[in-house]
């Protein structure tokens, strides 16, 4: 199958890519940035998903299938910026898609589309709505593009499309909101609080999106790993310091003293858990993790050994 992944030069995408080279399918990249040392097998072209060079390599290459990973979750990305390259970048690749013959797509989007906020259920299923907007409005634009990639379930039926909600990340890649939640040798905790994190290694986050593909799924889906553990666990076992700070002075703390910079609605998602049921995916798909969540955080750590203090 010849497959189309977007933003295919991020870490979580060249894991992508190599997963779907190994099960033999075509694979076609676009990203604006450069991926110089992709493999044979990949075809490259840099470029910005809403441009026109992009629509043409729709048209030119024809792809079977797209998976679409651009999305940008950068919390100090200007929020005009975000909004316009998730919510935009998605609908322009599922019009491509449609326009161009796709037959199948994948959207890649968090398990933070469910929000946290302390009425929210311990596990979350798929039509569950949204939470906790109003204090994080930085997510909002995610959220967005995740609404619009679920509408193409009825707006393209053509299209044979399934919306991938996938928890957080982590492993030797040292990817995505977690891992660097994670990186400073202090991290916070909000004192009281130590909510279950949920988490999977990216090698399994890369496995499920190809096997999302090749079981050609339609629908929306939570895509999770082992179980979840609390936040001050993980903190321990990744060799960094759990630091419980009040919350009226945690605010203030964000950014100083060795601990990471967050914005105040992320607060909230250090308070309360936000675990997804798995259930759906796994029996669609019969997929399991291959790696559990003590083995997955030793990967994490290691690779900060090695790449930091």
Avoid at 240 to 258: H, K, N, S, V, W
Wanted: charged share 25%; glycine share 8%; net charge neutral.
């Amino acid at each position: 199958m010849k497959v189309l992944v977007t933003g295919v030069s991020g870490k979580i995408g060249r894991l992508v890519a190599a997963r779907l080279l190994a099960d033999d399918h075509t694979v076609i990249g676009i990203d604006r940035r450069p991926w110089p040392d992709a493999p044979e097998g990949v075809e490259m072209f840099e470029t910005d998903i809403r441009k026109r060079k992009a629509e043409d390599v729709f048209r030119t290459r024809r792809p079977d299938a797209v998976i679409h990973m651009a999305t940008v979750t950068h919390i100090r990305k200007s929020s005009g910026d975000r909004f316009r390259i998730n919510l935009g970048g998605t609908r322009a690749v599922f019009e491509y898609a449609h326009r161009y013959g796709v037959e199948r797509a994948i959207f890649v989007g968090r398990h933070t589309y469910y929000g946290a906020a302390p009425d929210s259920p311990l596990y979350h299923t798929e039509d569950e709505p949204p939470l906790g907007l109003e204090s994080f409005p930085e997510l909002a634009d995610l959220v967005a593009a995740d609404l619009y990639a679920g509408s193409a379930l009825w707006r393209f039926p053509d299209i044979t499309t399934s919306v991938l909600r996938v928890c957080y990340t982590l492993g030797p890649e040292r990817h995505g909101t977690l891992a660097g939640f994670l990186r400073n040798r202090r991290v916070p905790r909000v004192l009281g609080f130590d909510p279950l994190f949920q988490f999977m290694h990216e090698f399994d986050v890369a496995r499920a999106v190809a096997t999302a593909l090749n079981a050609s799924l339609r629908g929306v889906y939570n895509v999770n790993g082992p179980a979840p553990l609390p936040l001050s666990v993980i903190i321990r076992r990744a060799g960094r310091q759990d630091l419980p700070i009040p919350e009226a002075l945690l605010a203030a703390a964000m950014g100083r003293f060795g601990i990471a910079e967050l914005p105040r609605g992320a607060i909230d998602h250090i308070k309360y858990p936000v675990v997804t049921d798995g259930a759906a995916f796994r029996e669609a798909t019969s997929f399991t993790h291959e790696h559990d969540e003590y083995e997955t955080i030793e990967a994490y750590k290691s690779a900060l050994r090695r790449g930091f203090p």
